[in-house]
């Protein structure tokens, strides 16, 4: 089962403008966790914010995250074309037995254009 | 590079077999999740170890099972293959029980195509 949900689905940019991908959910949430992947790559871990944080950052990235409409933000800012990936929010759901685990959404695919 | 290895990297089979897919988690790391990816159902959980227990279970089929052996390697068998079995078969890794409060460190995944 899905929780997160990025939107958009994909994402087309000129280098150097700004990319913001969004994503909503829809049960309470300890954490949020944002991930790239690289075509064919695995998936390598962005930022992780914690229910009572409303913004972080991390070099070019920007993220928030408004627990009132269950939704986080990324912002690439001045992106480059390293930058075209898919981008991947992530939240914690039971899965059964008192454990839980990591759920991704279906993600954005940023192709930022040289 | 995330310090998780996974192998092979490529895996062609016919439906009906059984295969084993192999991971070692980076160093330190004590648990261990399997991740399934498609393209029709996006990135599903499958199971999750932690130092050698299984902790976690998602959407895992019974033809499908794992393991995590004493080294803290872990191996996910696939068996009685079908076509909608093709996917990328990622592992993971984490220092933590499974609380989610540390990262995942991902491998470069398992590329398994049944035909």
Redesign the interface.
Known sequence: S?QGEEDPQALSIQEGENATMNCSYKTSI??L?W?RQNS??????LI?IRSNEREKHSGRLRVTLDTSKKSSSLLITASRAADTASY?CAT?LP??AG?????????TKLSVIP | D?G?TQTPKHLITATGQRVTLRCSPRSGDLSV?W?QQSLDQ??Q?LI?YYNGEE????NILERFSAQQFPDLHSELNLSSLELGDSA?Y?C?SSAGQ????????????T?LTVT
């Open positions: 899905q300890n954490n966790q991930y064919g790559r695995g998936l390598v871990h992780l991947f914690v899965a059964g454990s839980y685990q990591l759920t991704f959404g279906k993600g | 995330s998780v999740y991740y996006g990135l959980f999750q902790r976690a279970k998602g990328l990622f993971a499974g609380g989610y409060n540390s990262p995942l460190h991902f491998g470069n995944g590329r």
